[in-house]
């Protein structure tokens, strides 16, 4: 009985499993079904979606393309109306879509465009028949500027008849700032390509999976295996009808939709690929929301589910923080490739910059040079031409110093040579440089100088010359003509009596500068760019290196400017006083005991009793002519010109007793100087006044300057050992030498002077000029050769570094190398014999001056 209860209940048990397995492959049957009806309608949504947007994309195109064109007959318009229509297009600017405006008139070939340069319809293909709007455009082409470009051109009538011709250069990276960023999720691909060449014009932004878009249609054949026949001809038809087209083909191993959308009538097309799991994604999310759905009415499941859930969770958090990670990365690479674009750029910019600085004295010493070659008989223009081109010579050398500058700046291998140097020499050789460009252009070059206690200070003169050059010429370029530049030597509150505290002002009332330029203009490679100073040439070097010396040398440099009023850069310094003692014994060779200072202000006067004080020298000072008192026992008076002029200068020389020397403190060029000349014991000082710079003057005026021992020192009997493999270099030294009574034996690297020293007879040569990179053996190793021979010279003779290596960590290595001294390239005479001066009087056991 049991047994066929538990039988039938086997029984029973079996048709209601068979039931719910029916129920449920009837239900799965159904689901399934379902889902598949939903996929198929997701996908054919999708394909409508994607329709919809190749067709709104389309539309922003040809709505581009159409505004192009409007712009074009309304520019063509004004051209109509305008008086000079070349003239006018020479003033058209260009824009974010107009790379070139160019017109032609009518019956020639040849017209001009907004960048000043000559055009032709040349290059330009209208064959292929498109038109926007009326107006033919022209095959896709790459332009000037490295873009695929293209062309429209329209008539330009007046008073209804046809004056010429309208072309417009339009560039495609306008057309992909007004694309959407993608579709699909991005995972489309989307190229603009030329119907006519059926060139690739444009991948726009957020397109693709590649990082690098296809060239041409044949290209994108190629690199997608598309072979079939059949599309080819479908899409040549395309092509040729102006009608869109898509079809199906895996592109890379992956089912894709393809498709090729026409524009403007078939003059572009859109090509791409949308891949099919992209466009079925929605279908399948649907369906497996349904699968969850059925998953959850069962209970023996429900545990499963919510494991499956929180796995899931995990899942999307690792993902989430894997696509940030991601994102990261991508942003630092697009950052770095940001970066290297701006490097690349700023080069570009430098090398175009530098390119030009160089040409620019480089021309002035070879036309000097050509006209010296020509005027050869005429001395009075060969020492001009020679003093031209040895200023261009010097200028060329400056160019070349500020990169070597950069080079060494952000290596952070400057180091600074201070010496002993005289303010005075400092703003003479400015003013010789800057006054000539200030002049050239009409300006007014103003020099200062007040508060000063000591004009003999010690710190890098090289470097304090290189500051005031940069900030002066800077303001030179950026001033417009008739404008005025001042340059004042701030004497400021001592810190420490053994320091002078100076600040350096230039102001100009020049075109100014954007408080947005202002945060950068310290940058390298920086300068500001208007519609007026991006006429003037730089190579953005030099407020880069000023700031990095004045800081160097522990000092400040700070700038305000406001635009179309001027700038002021302030420079403050602290350089180490260096008392000058000999200065009373000049005085007292040439009986000047007591000095009258008459005009100018207050402060002048006190500024000439200052840097006076230190010489035993009594100056008295009147503010005019009548107020000078006990002239009789004065044996130099100065008086300020720009305050007293001609009358006062009448007033004075009628006070002095006869044969007193009379000097007008005026400023370069001043006016009226030369009838006050005529006076009789009248002469010049330039302004701003400074003690060394009278010394100079009263030394001219005597004809009686005694001669430093530097200049004094000659070379006259000396023989020397050089070493120089540049032929030109070698003839240079040695006409130099001969000169001065020497003579120069040459070697044409370092071995064969190593050997022409070990045969040499015993004081056959006095010293030995060593270049340093030379082939076979360079300098150093001929030195150190040269102190290893077994001979009794060897150990004593000197040995002078003579190259272009100019570094301080140069001139270090060749001592290391067993070098006296180190005399840089290009060869400076004077600093030749000072050197040799030393290096005898330090042998005989005097002390180093």
């Not at 993902?319 to 994102?327: C, V």
Request: hydrophobic residues 40%; charged residues 25%; aromatic residues 6%.
């Amino acid at each position: 009985m049991n047994e066929k209860g538990r039988a039938r209940k086997k029984a029973g048990g079996f048709p209601l499993l068979l039931a719910i397995i029916v129920i449920f492959g009837i239900f799965g049957a159904i689901v399934f079904s379902v889902s598949q009806k939903i996929s198929r309608e997701m996908s054919e949504s999708a394909i409508q979606n994607l329709s919809e947007s190749l067709d709104l994309i389309q539309s922003t195109i040809e709505a581009i393309l159409q505004s192009e064109a409007e712009f074009q007959k309304t520019i063509a318009k004004e051209i109509g109306r305008a008086s000079d229509p070349e003239a006018y297009i020479r003033t058209c600017e260009r824009n974010d879509f107009v790379a070139k405006m160019s017109f032609i008139l009518s019956g020639h070939t040849e017209g001009v465009s907004n960048n000043g340069e000559r055009f032709t319809e040349e290059g330009i293909d209208f064959s292929a028949g498109g038109t926007v709007a009326g107006l033919p455009v022209s095959q896709s082409y790459v332009n000037h500027m490295g873009t695929w470009s293209y062309t429209m051109k329209c008539p330009v009538e007046r008073n209804g008849q046809s004056i010429g011709t309208l072309y417009i250069e339009y560039v495609y990276d306008y057309i992909d700032q007004s694309l959407p960023d993608g579709f699909y999720n991005k995972q489309a691909s989307l190229y603009i390509m030329d119907s006519k060449s059926q060139r690739f014009v444009l991948k726009p932004k957020g397109m693709g999976m590649r990082s690098a878009g296809h060239l041409n249609l044949t290209d994108f054949y190629r690199a997608n295996s598309i072979q079939e026949a059949d599309i080819k001809a479908e899409v040549e038809d395309c092509l040729l009808n102006g009608r869109n087209v898509l079809f199906y083909h895996d592109i890379r191993q992956v089912d894709a939709l393809n498709y090729m959308w026409a524009v403007n009538g078939g003059t572009i097309f859109l090509v791409g690929y949308v891949p099919v799991e992209a466009i079925q994604q929605e279908g399948r999310t649907v369906n497996h929301n349904i699968a969850t759905v059925v998953i959850s009415l069962l209970a023996a499941f429900s545990l499963c589910i919510v494991v499956y859930y929180l796995n899931w969770r995990q899942q999307d958090k690792v993902r989430q923080e894997r696509e940030a990670e991601r994102r990261l990365h991508a942003q630092q690479l697009s950052e770095a490739l940001r970066a290297a674009q701006i490097a690349s750029e700023s080069k570009t910019t430098f090398l175009s910059n530098m390119s030009h600085d160089i040409r620019t004295p480089m021309n002035a010493v070879l036309g000097f040079t050509t006209l010296l070659a020509r005027d050869a008989e005429d001395p009075a223009k060969v020492r001009e031409y020679t003093k031209k081109i040895t200023a261009s010579g010097q200028h060329l050398l400056s160019l070349i110093n500020d990169v070597l500058d950069v080079s060494k700046i952000e290596s952070g291998k400057v180091v600074l040579n201070p010496e002993r140097f005289a303010l005075n020499d400092v703003i003479s050789s400015v003013d010789a440089i800057i006054q000539p460009m200030a002049k050239a252009k009409g300006q007014e070059f103003h020099q200062e100088m007040t508060g000063l206690r000591h004009e003999y200070l010690v710190g890098d003169e090289t470097r304090i010359n290189q500051i005031l050059i940069n900030l002066l010429s800077n303001a030179v370029k950026y001033t417009p003509e008739g404008g005025k530049i001042w340059l004042r030597i701030i004497g400021l509150g001592q810190r420490s009596s053994q320091y002078e505290h100076i600040c350096i002002e230039v102001e100009d009332t020049g075109y100014g500068m954007t408080p947005e330029y202002l945060e950068t203009i310290f940058d390298a490679f920086t300068r500001a760019e208007n519609s007026t100073t991006n006429k003037v040439q730089g190579t953005g070097l030099g407020m880069a290196i000023t700031k990095s010396i004045v800081e160097l040398m522990g000092g400040t440099i700070e700038v305000t400017s406001q635009v179309d009023k001027g700038s002021l850069f302030r420079v403050e310094l602290e350089l180490r006083i260096l008392e000058e003692t000999a200065d009373r014994q000049f005085w007292e060779q040439r009986g000047i005991s007591c000095i009258l200072a008459v005009g100018g202000d207050t402060e002048s006067r006190e500024n000439i009793l200052a840097l006076m004080g230190n010489t035993g020298v009594r100056v008295d000072t009147a503010a005019t002519a009548k107020e000078a008192h006990n002239t009789e026992n004065c044996q130099l008076a100065l008086l300020d010109w720009e305050t007293g002029g001609m009358p006062e200068a009448r007033a004075l020389r009628a006070v002095l007793p006869e044969g007193v020397l009379l000097l007008l403190l005026a400023e370069y060029d001043a006016e009226g100087l030369e009838e006050a000349l005529r006076l009789g014991s009248i002469d010049t000082l330039t302004k701003p006044f400074f003690a060394s710079a009278l010394r100079v003057k009263i030394q001219e005026l005597q004809k009686s300057e005694p001669q430093s021992p530097e200049k004094g020192y000659t070379l006259d009997g000396m023989r020397f050992l050089a070493a120089e493999d540049n032929e030109i270099n070698a003839e240079i030294l040695t006409e130099l030498l001969e000169l001065e009574g020497a003579a120069c034996e040459i070697a044409e690297n370092g071995l064969l002077a190593l050997e022409r020293f070990r045969s040499s007879e015993k004081g056959e040569f006095d010293a030995i000029l060593m270049d340093v990179q030379m082939p076979v053996m360079n300098g150093h190793e001929a030195a150190r050769a040269i102190r290893a021979l077994d001979r009794e010279e060897a150990g004593g003779i000197p040995i002078i570094a003579m190259t272009a290596n100019a570094f301080a960590e140069d001139e270090k290595a060749a001592l290391d190398a067993g070098m006296d001294a180190h005399v840089p390239k290009p060869l400076d005479i004077e600093a030749l014999k000072k050197v040799i001066r030393q290096l005898k009087q330090r042998k005989e056991g005097l002390d180093q001056i």
